[in-house]
């Protein structure tokens, strides 16, 4: 099977050749555009998830091997979330390779986290299945080498963070607001506040609820530790 102009470029992009050129077509292709004879990503997507996770516990317990399990599991959350994976999607130029479904392509699918951080998956259990393991450490490791240098010593999510933050100091769960929502149904823009016992308020802004709540959250989280 001949790879079209623009999976060859994305091969240069990742570094990545495949003797199968199937699985890549595989690893981009949407649900929504699925069939009996194009099969869709979700498969590769479940394994990816877990040779994603093996390469980064490995790799995290490399980077630091005097960290405690209780430190490393943060920083691994932190790897291989949605987001994070989504980040490295953008980063590579995957979502301008993905094959849609028509209602994905006018809902701005390229776009979205979640298909974004489904392909990544998917993508990492292509080369997988195209190399093997190493071909999918060396990967992996190549387009997350930024994000494991520059972990945070302490990388929990900021809703935790927060939440342990108020409950030491006998305080109810942070509380988490929508406020607002603009933009076309395509792209919209999320306006989140979270707000505390005594009072103490942040908000913020970002193309997901979910993330605005993160954003929210440590935006609250930084100032309180820096009143204290």
């Not at 994976?85 to 980063?91: E, G, L, S």
């Not at 993905?98 to 990544?120: F, P």
């Not at 195209?130 to 809703?159: M, Q, Y």
Request: hydrophobic share 45%.
């Amino acid at each position: 099977m001949r790879l079209a102009a623009d999976l060859k470029a994305f091969e240069g992009r990742i570094g990545h050749t495949f003797h199968t050129p199937e699985l890549l077509v595989r690893a981009v292709t949407h649900a929504s555009l699925s069939s009996q004879t194009r099969p869709d990503n979700q498969r590769l997507e479940f394994l990816g998830d877990r040779v994603l996770g093996l390469v980064m516990a490995e790799a995290l317990l490399g980077a630091d091997v005097v960290a405690t399990e209780g430190q490393l599991a943060p920083r691994f959350n932190a790897m291989v979330r949605k987001e994070t994976c989504a980040d490295v999607a953008r980063a590579i130029g995957l979502g301008e390779v993905m094959k849609l479904g028509r209602s994905e392509m006018l809902s701005g699918g390229r776009r979205k986290e979640a298909l974004l951080g489904d392909a990544m998956e998917a993508l990492i259990a292509a080369v997988y299945l195209d190399g093997g393991f190493d071909a999918a450490r060396a990967l992996v490791l190549r387009l997350w080498a930024d994000r494991i240098g520059a972990v945070d010593h302490d990388a929990r999510d900021p809703k935790t963070a927060l939440q342990e933050w108020a409950q030491a100091r006998g305080m109810t769960p942070p509380c988490y607001t929508q406020t607002g929502r603009t933009g076309p149904d395509h792209q919209p823009i999320f306006t989140v506040e979270v707000t505390l016992d005594n009072g103490a308020r942040e908000t913020a802004r970002a193309g997901s609820k979910r993330i605005a709540e993160q954003q929210a959250a440590r935006a609250l989280l930084a100032r309180l530790e820096q009143e204290t």
